[in-house]
T-cell receptor, first 109, second 116 residues
Framework: ELKVEQNPLFLSMQEGKNYTIYCNYS?????LYWYRQDPGKSLESLFV?????AVKQEGRLMASLDTKARLSTLHITAAVHDLSATYFC?????????FGTGTRLTIIP | DTGVSQDPRHKITKRGQNVTFRCDPI?????LYWYRQTLGQGPEFLTY????????KSRLLSDRFSAERPKGSFSTLEIQRTEQGDSAMYLC??????????????FGAGSRLTVL
């Protein structure tokens, strides 16, 4: 059974600081996704990582993938309040997504 | 195209009643997925369709749950004899059939079910 774990589960960051969210998964997969979810809203796709060593960046967020270690990271640079949300990683196996439990990120002034 | 639409957005029902949710996917997407999300958890896979064919149903899914996609366009998810444990957000997502590309799932806003 595919398991996806994220840490930390909760993260409070000061504005302007850097931090990293980690996503580990238990079996091989061909795609890894990062989604964002605001309270009471649906999920918004951020990144898709397709191969070992893949790196994607959008604004203050950067995602990377190490398929050998079965690890993805989401790095936040110089956090701003607008980044407060819950971030999920998800991994495909047998053509369906399995999600992690999410990291609830709060950016404080 | 306005994305993935779900209806109703909120449903409150009494235990034992039946409820039905509808999902209209992005028109050119032939894959449609149903997920369930409870508070503080990630979405949990329920079932998915390729056009009108239901390709997989979660083993964790009770027989009280049934989904259809009769014409390969919109889909319905019905829950019979609801229980309090069914209270959750029911999310629908659609995508193109995966090939060599990213196959990103686009999610709807969800249907929140509260069973009293």
């Amino acid at each position: 059974e595919l398991k996806v774990e994220q840490n930390p589960l909760f993260l409070s960051m000061q504005e302007g600081k850097n931090y990293t969210i980690y996503c580990n998964y238990s079996t091989t997969s061909d795609r890894l996704y990062w989604y964002r979810q605001d309270p009471g809203k649906s999920l918004e796709s951020l990144f898709v990582l397709l191969s070992n060593g893949a790196v994607k960046q959008e604004g203050r967020l950067m995602a990377s993938l190490d398929t050998k270690a079965r690890l993805s990271t989401l790095h936040i640079t110089a956090a701003v309040h607008d980044l407060s949300a819950t971030y999920f990683c998800a991994v495909t196996r047998n053509e369906k997504l399995t999600f992690g439990t999410g990291t609830r990120l709060t950016i404080i002034p | 195209d306005t994305g993935v639409s779900q209806d109703p957005r909120h449903k409150i029902t009494k235990r034992g009643q039946n409820v039905t949710f509808r999902c209209d996917p992005i028109s050119e997407h032939n894959r449609l997925y149903w997920y369930r999300q409870t508070l503080g958890q990630g979405p949990e896979f329920l079932t998915y369709f390729q056009n009108e064919a239901q390709l997989e149903k979660s083993r964790l899914l009770s027989d009280r749950f049934s989904a259809e996609r009769p014409k390969g366009s919109f889909s319905t998810l019905e829950i019979q004899r609801t229980e309090q444990g069914d209270s959750a957000m029911y999310l629908c997502a659609s995508s193109l059939r995966p090939g060599k590309g990213a196959n990103v799932l686009t999610f709807g806003a969800g249907s929140r079910l509260t069973v009293l």
